[in-house]
RNA sequence: CGGGGCGUGGCGCAGCUUGGUAGCGCGGGUGCUUUGGGAGCACUAGGUCGCAGGUUCGAAUCCUGUCGCCCCGACCA
């Protein structure tokens, strides 16, 4: 491809748009156009970049016997009703774009495809002979995102590799799941990004267990937290830890204490020299489900431990969730609300646990009783403070049996860095920030059973197929590619992924030894099959290495004063690296080093096998 | 949705407080010079100041409404 018919269109400052530097960059270097929030046309390199990514993608996912299909987008809302996700996924917050045909009929925009392909499984499997099975598509994908954000980052439309598979019992179904973790190991570093695999929480998708593959980056929107030794990584959202011991609370007896505009833990703490950890907080919510009442939630939490509203939603939805549907929403109890549901103010700064469900009577669209729930850290604790439910004041020394209360010790507490881990005491959590890219589920039977899709097993009996579902963020891959990869002049992409792999720049395009010897070698490796570019417009040099930076191709080749002699230079985008040599020495030096470039990173995992 | 910010030639911005009919840099076009790290000079084209109302002799500027976009939070590949 030569660069004057390429419609390239770099920006020489950072467009007002952008916030992250690889979406600063992806602009600024001509990969990407907004039309939309979160709606971006990408442009011919960055389809080029795309269409890289996908074939890595389809000879991995092939290598473990996927079939490539491709689902519709336009998906009717019955399937989803049966699935029971409609509500969960239109209503409320729900991602999913939805519309009524002329008929009045409605219909979702794919933002994932359990539904539809579990319908097509359960049209064409019958037999255990048949399995196990594994389809997936490449394909564009359509999320109402909350927040779109960061251009390629989190699109309202991006483009997904979802592959689906299907078993007639579950260890068929972990083998597949563990042939998928390989193929995503190998489909990262082929791609030439540093991806780390942590365990995950499974979300709307459902399921057992999930498994998260981060890109690390600074500007990742997600937290992780993982051990030194190496044996264990989660996303904060699912990580457990062990909590630091509660300081004992002194002995005395038990006495209400007045606290007057001491509403806070930090307030009464240093008021009265408690330590954190020997109070005991109440958080109250109110959980929305499809069916029923709203739920109001009694948390009680060690005053120094933080709410992880993923541990809290999923026990809500264990707890409730069979008899009330989809949860919608968890939200804070504010007065306000306390108001409009007819009830008395409660004593908000000052709750203790044994707040009596009597305050919800009468409450208009609330449930009258509280869901109580108790973190572990609380529910252990002998001795503790807690607010007295009124007068501005608070309880010291009370322990549960005094409150007539028996928790249930559950794990709501959000781990966080510098936790113990609870797999070796001596190894401490560290945080770091990732880029989702990738997500591997055993979904169990859960949408087979509700879909009904069944198969006759060996005994001749019918049962529901056993599921994974593995996704990759294909676009999303790309821009977190740039993240891991760029310099103050611009992108630098691994070789497996870029655009093109080596760019000719003619320093003068009016010496005409130049442009032959260009043009020749331009020719040449092409024929020796290298992805070459050709930067033959008449710019002055220093456009042209500027843009080639910007533009992040990976192997520079200069045909400038030394062509008359037959000399050329060589570039290594990343670190900069040149040398000059003989025109005729340019394929036998570059091809072997383009070759080894292409495979990507070399594998942590020797027993994950080779990576091309 | 809550909180914050921004909409002015293709891009980045100034002008708005204190109303008087729009400016700078980059980019585009033409010509000459230049030619290994975003060249110089000259000429030139290009703007319903997001949109709709209002106040006013007069509105980019003041008021009201509305739409769009960006950032922080809930969502996820």
């Known amino acids: 491809m030569r660069v004057s018919r390429l419609l390239l269109v770099t920006l020489r400052d950072d467009p007002a748009e952008a916030e992250i ?11 990407i156009r907004r039309v939309g929030s979160g709606i971006y046309a990408y442009l011919p ?16 996912v092939n290598a473990v016997g996927g079939l490539e299909t491709l689902l519709p987008q336009l998906q009717p809302a019955e399937l989803w009703e049966r699935s029971g996700r409609w509500a969960g996924y239109t209503a409320g917050e729900g991602i999913m774009f939805h519309l009524l045909d002329r008929q009045e009929r409605a219909f979702g925009l794919g933002p994932t495809h359990e539904e539809v392909i579990t319908t097509i499984a359960a049209d064409l499997l019958r037999s255990y002979r048949q399995l196990p099975v594994c389809l997936y598509q490449i394909q564009t994908k359509f999320r109402d995102e909350i927040r779109p954000r960061f251009g390629l980052m989190r699109g309202r439309e991006f483009i997904m590799k979802d592959a689906y598979s299907f078993h007639a019992d579950e260890e068929d179904l972990r083998r597949t799941y563990q042939d998928f973790d390989g193929a ?25 267990a999930s ?75 109110v959980a929305r489900f499809a069916d029923g009442p709203d739920q109001p939630l009694l948390i009680s939490l060690r005053g120094d431990q933080q709410l992880n509203d993923v541990k809290l939603a999923n026990v809500l939805t264990a ?78 020394g009370v322990s549960w049996s005094d409150l007539g209360l028996k928790p249930e010790a559950l794990d709501l507490r959000a781990a966080q860095p510098g936790d113990r881990c609870l797999h070796d005491v001596s190894q401490v959590l560290v945080a770091s920030r990732g880029i989702e890219v990738g997500h591997i589920f055993q979904l169990g039977r859960k949408y087979s059973e509700a879909l009904g899709a069944r198969f006759t097993n060996e005994a001749g009996q019918e049962e529901a197929l056993w599921m994974g579902c593995y996704g990759i963020g294909v676009s999303r891959l790309a821009q977190a590619a740039v993240e891991q990869h760029h310099d103050a002049n611009g992108l630098i992409w691994p070789v497996a992924i ?10 003068n395009g009016q010496e005409a030894a130049q442009v032959a010897l260009a043009e020749q070698l331009y020719g040449d490796l092409q024929a020796a099959g290298v992805d070459v570019l050709l930067d033959d417009r ?56 383009l070759l080894a470039q292409r495979r990507g990173l070399a594998l942590d995992l020797p027993a994950q096998g080779e990576g091309a």
């Open 319 to 396: 707890r409730l969730g069979g008899e009330r549907g989809t949860l919608l929403e968890v939200e804070p109890i504010n007065p306000e609300q306390v108001q409009r549901q007819g009830l008395a103010p409660l004593p908000f700064g000052y709750l203790g646990p044994q707040l009596e469900d009597a305050v919800l009577a009468g409450a208009r669209d609330w449930s009258t009783h509280f869901l109580r729930l108790a973190d572990a850290t609380a529910a252990e604790l002998e001795r503790f403070v807690c607010g007295a439910n009124g007068g501005e004041a608070h309880r010291v």
């Open 45 to 60: 390199l960055l389809w080029r970049v795309l269409q890289k990514i996908s074939a890595i993608v389809r000879e991995e």
């Open 538 to 593: 008449s710019e002055r040099a220093g456009v042209k290495f500027k843009d080639a930076d910007l533009i992040g191709i990976p192997w520079r080749l200069v045909v400038g004063r030394g062509a008359a002699g037959g000399t050329v230079e060589l570039v290594e985008r990343a670190g900069g690296a040149k040398q000059e040599l003989p025109a005729a020495e340019l394929a036998a030096t570059l091809v072997p080093l």
């Open 184 to 208: 995503y190991r190998r489909i990262f570093s082929r791609c030439g990004l540093r991806a780390v695999a942590v365990e995950a929480d499974s979300g709307a998708i459902g399921g057992s």
């Open 211 to 285: 498994q998260e593959f981060m890109v690390t980056a600074e500007a990742g929107e997600d937290l992780i937290l993982a051990s030194p030794d190496g044996r264990y990584a989660a996303n904060q959202e699912r990580a457990t830890s062990r909590a630091g011991a509660a300081v004992p609370l002194p002995a005395g007896p038990f006495r209400v204490l007045a606290t007057p505009g001491q509403s806070t833990i930090q307030g009464l703490c240093s008021a009265h020299g408690f330590d954190p950890s020997q109070i005991v907080k109440v958080l109250l919510l």
């Open 21 to 31: 530097i690889s979406h600063k960059l992806l602009l600024r270097a001509g990969f």
């Open 498 to 507: 870029a655009p093109f792999e080596l760019i000719i720049v003619i320093a």
